[in-house]
């Protein structure tokens, strides 16, 4: 693989994760990644560099984030993407999931949901591009034609969402905010995955009970599903009739 155009990828990953997550740490970024990259960028990355997954592949507990870590785990991630003989949006999915399970394991619950997929979602553009210049299907990158990229799988079905939502009506507290267009946009960005009552709260810039009462009336109106937990437990998901894969449950 093309190690220069990796480690400059891996850079403008690394970077935005340790932003969100580890503000304090920002200042010697730019010496902390240039001493990684010199040393396990320029050799390669094993897993025990970084301590991410077990032999199974399952994401193993951390000490936190840090340059070497995070850069670690997408220089580790990319190379076992670039192996795959799968096409660009798979090598992208298969980086993103592996990066959503190394960040929640290392930070469950320290960002909100909206924050968590907007990175998500930066992860999987920069990573689109990068794919979509290079063509790993003989062992190494050369740089193919530009073409217009694949669009990506759509997890929720927005147009029925949209008439679904227009067609109840709302709480008469907070329409300025809560509109079945901004509803629509932020139930499409959960992806269909368990969300809290706090992360409609930091969304929407509610208060506890003008979201609660909306959670609970797109309940009512079957638009959402909840998972039976009581207190700070309670989790909301996109009910399955709109989503592409209902039959898949709700993830973190």
């Not at 400059?8 to 001493?35: I, K």
């Not at 992860?123 to 990158?141: H, Q």
Request: hydrophobic share 40%; aromatic share 10%; proline share 4%.
């Amino acid at each position: 693989m093309d190690r220069d155009a990796t480690l400059t990828l891996v850079r403008a990953l690394t970077r935005p994760v340790l932003e969100l997550f580890s503000p304090d740490q920002v200042e010697e970024f730019d010496d902390d990644f240039a001493d990684w990259s010199l040393s396990a960028g320029a050799q390669g990355v094993s897993e025990n560099s970084y301590a991410s997954y077990d032999s199974y592949g399952t994401v193993q507990p951390g000490r936190g984030l840090d340059t070497t870590l995070v850069a670690g785990m997408f220089f580790q991630v990319m190379m076992e993407a670039s192996r795959l003989p799968a096409a660009t949006q798979d090598r992208v999915s298969f980086v993103r999931k592996r990066a959503k399970d190394y960040l929640v394991t290392q930070l469950a619950g320290q960002i909100t949901l909206s924050q968590f997929y907007r990175l998500l979602s930066l992860i999987e553009a920069e990573v689109g591009v990068y794919f979509s210049k290079n063509d790993w299907s003989r062992g190494r990158p050369h740089l193919v034609e530009a073409s217009r990229p694949r669009p990506q799988l759509e997890l929720v079905k927005s147009d029925i969402l949209r008439q679904a939502l227009a067609a109840i009506g709302l709480p008469e507290k907070g329409r300025r905010k809560l509109t079945p267009e901004t509803l629509g946009d932020f139930l499409k960005e959960t992806e269909g995955r368990w969300f809290r009552l706090l992360d409609f709260e930091t969304k929407f810039q509610v208060n506890k009970k003008t979201a609660w009462a909306y959670l609970n009336h797109l309940l009512q109106e079957g638009i959402l599903v909840h998972n039976g937990e009581k207190a700070n437990r309670v989790r909301y998901a996109l009910a399955g009739h709109f989503k592409t894969s209902p039959t898949a449950g709700p993830s973190v």
